[in-house]
């Protein structure tokens, strides 16, 4: 445990995390503005073969894994909605509660 303690241990693991995670992406933007050349087709309406790049590689690995999952709609649940019917008495007014035009008249009274 007194490895974890050391602040130079510490500070080099998070350096480590943050370069093994930024790596791919400083990698293939490099690439791609540096050492990539896009060639361009010039002989269109001709039938032709393009010759294939070997030593590129761009697309080796995915910076953004494609999750699709929210093109797939998800059916509703079915709710029934059952009528609801009043089984009890009606027992706001009792008689042992104040009734409110009793209360009526000056405030002295009450």
Known sequence: MKLFRNRSFILSLVVLMVAVFFVPSVVKITHALSEHE????????????????LDCDF?????????????????????????????FQYTFLSKYQKLHFALRGPPSAS
């Open 59 to 87: 697309e080796d690995f995915n910076l953004s894994p494609q999750n699709h999952s929210y093109l797939v709609e998800i059916p509703k649940p079915l709710i029934i909605e059952i009528p609801k019917r009043i089984t």
């Open 38 to 53: 896009h060639l361009e087709c010039k002989a269109f309406g001709e039938l032709h073969i393009h010759g294939i790049e």
